[in-house]
Every structure is written in structure tokens, then in C-alpha cells.
Nanobody, 123 residues
Framework: VQLQASGGGLVQAGGSLRLSCAAS????????MGWFRQAPGKEREFVAG????????DYADSVKGRFTISRDNAKNMVYLQMNSLESEDTAVYYC?????????????????WGQGTLVTVSS
């Protein structure tokens, strides 16, 4: 699966951004999808995940209530709506796909990764 993330940028604290991830695959609907982020000097961490059938979503505690993951299987797209952004959300955001596990949260649970898009939140 080839993934292309976009939508990052510079935003003030309290603002919003919507990240998009386009997947180049014939059977997108069989993949669970996730968003991860990596801040400078830190390990890549789970942000949000969504199941194959769009019937289950999962969030890191740090973003719960502020971020929303969604997918459009007809368009091979997954999105991350980020509201009430904080300076701690500054990171490179990656989308990822997993053909094995529906509710994975670990980096190893996903086998395809996009190139990342930078989100910078100014305080």
C-alpha cells in the first residue's frame, strides 16, 4: 500500500487542521488505518485508529475529545480532524495501514507508512 499524507502546516494554539491520507490500493476497505506522530527527540506514538469497516475508532488519551479520525472507503482516504490544537501536538504526523490487526496501536501493527506531514502549533 502506498500512502500519501497531506494537510500539515503552521497553526496557532486553539486552532484546527485537517490531515488527509490517500491510499493507492485496490482493496482499501480491508485495511485498518492509523495516525501516528513523532516529535523531535521522541519515539513515534499512536494518535488514532479506525477499523476496516469504519465501526470502531480509537484514540490516544492525549487527543481524545479533540481529534477525530474518519475514512471514506469509496475514495481510499482517511482523515484526521484536529481541533483545539496545543503546542504539544507539534510533530510529524504519519498515516499507516494494517492488513492484520483491526485495533492495533503499536508501530509494528502497521506495515505501510506514508511520508509524514509536519504540524507546527505555535503558542
Amino acid at each position: 500500500v502506498q500512502l500519501q499524507a497531506s494537510g500539515g502546516g503552521l497553526v496557532q494554539a486553539g486552532g484546527s487542521l485537517r490531515l488527509s491520507c490517500a491510499a493507492s490500493v485496490r482493496t482499501f476497505s480491508i485495511y485498518s488505518m492509523g495516525w501516528f506522530r513523532q516529535a523531535p527527540g521522541k519515539e513515534r506514538e499512536f494518535v488514532a485508529g479506525i477499523s476496516w469497516g469504519d465501526d470502531f475508532s480509537d484514540y490516544a488519551d492525549s487527543v481524545k475529545g479533540r481529534f477525530t479520525i474518519s475514512r471514506d472507503n469509496a475514495k481510499n482516504m482517511v482523515y484526521l480532524q484536529m481541533n483545539s490544537l496545543e503546542s504539544e501536538d507539534t510533530a510529524v504526523y504519519y498515516c499507516a495501514a494494517s492488513p492484520w490487526l483491526n485495533h492495533g496501536r503499536r508501530v509494528v501493527d502497521f506495515d505501510s507508512w506514508g511520508q509524514g506531514t509536519l504540524v507546527t502549533v505555535s503558542s
